[in-house]
Structure formats: structure tokens, C-alpha cells
Nanobody
Framework: QVQPVESGGGSVQAGGSLRLSCVGS????????MAWYRQAPGNRREFVAR???????DYANSVRGRFTISRDNAKNTVYLQMNSLKPEDTAVYYC?????WGQGTQVTVSS
């Protein structure tokens, strides 16, 4: 299985927005659970959001109401819309397709 590829990270001020994208493996994408995790320096990797093949979603309490996960199976892509960003959202964000991890994309939120 091909590694998912994340994009869309960057630097933003607190209160701003970013949209992350993750292109997954084509052959099994539509049946895959897709998830976003993040890891800040010195911290463990933590769950952010998940979307099932039937588009059921789940969020970490820390991002619920601010982040939205969605998927476009025609494009083999999952998105993470991040609004009202906080400095504590600063981390490397990783996409996961099934059990396969992407290489991550950096998100930096300044106060």
C-alpha cells in the first residue's frame, strides 16, 4: 500500500484557518478509515479526527467544534478543515489510511 501524502500545512496566527489534504492509496481508499493525528515537540502522537468509509466522524475533545474532517472518494482525498486555530494546535499533522502513516505536514499557530 502506498503511503498517504499530506499537504496544506503552514504558519497562521491564532484565530486563523488552514485546510489540510491527504491523498491516499487509490485501490482501497473508499473502504478505508481515514484519520488525522498530530504530534507536538516532546509530546506523544495524539488522535485528532477520524472518518469511516460511510463518512461517520469522530473528533478529539480538544478540536471538536473547530475542526471538520471530510472525504472525497472520487479524488482519494481526505481533508481536515481547521478553524479558530490556537497556539496549542501547533504540531506535525499526520494522515493515516488504515494502519499506514503519511510523513506529516507542519502546522504552526502563533499568538
Amino acid at each position: 500500500q502506498v503511503q498517504p501524502v499530506e499537504s496544506g500545512g503552514g504558519s497562521v496566527q491564532a484565530g486563523g484557518s488552514l485546510r489540510l489534504s491527504c491523498v491516499g492509496s487509490g485501490s482501497s481508499f473508499s473502504s478505508s478509515v481515514m484519520a488525522w493525528y498530530r504530534q507536538a515537540p516532546g509530546n506523544r502522537r495524539e488522535f485528532v479526527a477520524r472518518i469511516t468509509s460511510s463518512s461517520l466522524t469522530d473528533y478529539a475533545n480538544s478540536v471538536r467544534g473547530r475542526f471538520t474532517i471530510s472525504r472525497d472518494n472520487a479524488k482519494n482525498t481526505v481533508y481536515l478543515q481547521m478553524n479558530s486555530l490556537k497556539p496549542e494546535d501547533t504540531a506535525v499533522y499526520y494522515c493515516q489510511q488504515g494502519v499506514i502513516w503519511g510523513q506529516g505536514t507542519q502546522v504552526t499557530v502563533s499568538s
